[in-house]
């Protein structure tokens, strides 16, 4: 335990807790390595063998309090070690006001949850490498401050952020692997590499979500949004490449208003919305659910779209738009590369301006839309004045989408 107004200094060596031990902060813990090796804290068990990254030390990317001890790979239980705690995952426990702060130019992994509670606050400076590899929680009245030039990444676990936790500064927060939710307002540009960000069921409908710093997609990471009539808006760049996925709820097409029913059809479950305020790229992804995917002020479709100074970063991906989900341009949209697939009541919806990106005697970019009289069919001309995709949606399902939903259902396993 550090307790309040003591400081605990960490320059060199790892930390190993066993037994059901965990390292409780109630001052402040300062982690200062910068031109030192990477340090690591996590359970004793997870000491498999060499690693690349640490010397003499393998730390397992996705131990935390959800996987029962009996299940994890290590050691035996100490015999030595009585009570109920033994086989209690370790943790690291922020409390009261107390800080872990990382020094400029450091660089940390935490292979245990890390649990930032009551009034406490992480501190990264400028230029960190922090990887919590076992996510942990963030509780409402918690500040997370990430300097210009630094990751913040969560690499495995669950990071439970509550509704109000406090994710501020200039630097990046990576998700790579694990189930994160997330809180109301993010100031650090998100990155999505694999694993997701979730806002969950429990937060309710008709609840806003602000990141002001932008946000990127890529290979398989997911940004699931479980309540209906949820608004997210991005106010800076928003790029979608890859295989990733922007989900909303998904709910049966057969019960709501279809492109038959009149306008003003009652609708018990208002569509949710994704905001883009400035520019957004879909290089590739899927975009699915019950919302609209609003871009306000410019609309790129190139899937030949490649990160700045990133070689080999094009996207090449089939773009979809599913299970009611609408693409709506509201300000200047240029199509490049690629061709959009839509299905189950899946729209591409044009109040603005739309262009062929590089002129018309180099575009081959199709439109198409899967379910109706054909497996997949042409979905008309985008380019028409005021041609929206639903004048050629007949309302039918996509026969791929029941397959999808029935493999989950007869793989899940049973209960009781």
């Not at 335990?1 to 813990?29: C, F």
């Not at 997870?46 to 996705?62: F, I, M, N, T, V």
């Not at 609840?207 to 932008?214: L, R």
Request: hydrophobic share 40%; net charge negative; proline share 4%.
């Amino acid at each position: 335990m550090v307790k309040q107004g003591a400081v605990l200094t960490w320059q060199q060596g790892n930390i190993a807790l066993a037994d059901g031990a965990n390292l409780t902060v109630y001052g402040s813990l300062l982690v200062n390595n910068a031109g030192y090796e990477r340090v690591f804290i996590g359970e004793a068990q997870l000491l498999l063998g060499p690693s690349a990254e640490a010397s003499g030390r393998d730390w397992h990317g996705y131990f935390d309090r959800s996987l029962p001890a009996e299940l994890r790979h290590g050691w035996y239980d100490n015999p030595l070690c009585g009570g109920n705690k033994c086989a209690a995952t370790n943790q690291l426990q922020i409390v009261g006001s107390g800080t872990v702060e990382c020094s400029p130019g450091s660089s940390v992994t935490l292979s245990l949850p890390l649990d930032l509670v009551d009034n406490s606050v992480l501190k990264i400076g400028s230029n960190v490498n922090m990887n919590l590899a076992s996510g942990g929680v963030c509780g409402n009245k918690v500040v997370i401050n990430i300097a210009s030039g630094t990751v913040f990444e969560l690499s495995g676990g669950e990071m439970l952020l509550g509704e109000s936790c406090t994710i501020q500064g200039q630097g990046e927060m990576l998700v790579s692997a694990g189930v994160h939710d997330m809180s109301f307002s993010i100031d650090a540009h998100i990155t999505i590499a694999g694993g997701a960000l979730l806002w969950p069921f429990s937060r309710g409908p008709e609840k806003s979500i602000t990141f002001s710093g932008g946000l990127l997609l890529k290979q398989t990471g997911q940004l699931i949004v479980e309540p209906y009539s949820t608004q997210i808006t991005i106010l800076k760049e928003v790029i979608l490449m890859d295989e990733c996925l922007v989900q909303f709820p998904l709910l049966g097409i057969a019960a709501q208003a279809s492109p038959f029913d009149e306008q003003d059809a009652p609708d018990k479950t208002p569509r949710g919305s994704f905001n883009a305020k400035s520019t957004m790229i879909w290089a590739g992804g899927t975009l699915k659910g019950k919302a609209d995917f609003n871009a306000l002020l410019e609309l790129y479709l190139d899937s030949s779209y490649t990160l700045p100074g990133v070689a080999g970063s094009s996207s090449a991906s089939t773009r979809n738009i599913q299970s009611l989900a609408k693409l709506v341009n509201r300000g200047h949209c240029e199509w490049g590369e690629g061709d959009l697939t839509s299905s189950d009541q899946g729209d591409f919806l044009n109040f603005g301006t739309i262009q062929m990106m590089n002129g018309v005697n180099a575009f081959g970019s199709n439109l198409f839309y899967k379910g109706t009289e054909l497996p997949i069919e042409n979905g008309g001309d985008v380019f028409a004045l005021d041609y929206h995709t639903w004048d050629m949606d007949q309302g039918s399902l996509n026969y791929d989408e029941y397959v999808r939903q029935r493999i989950i259902f007869v793989s899940a396993p049973a209960t009781g």
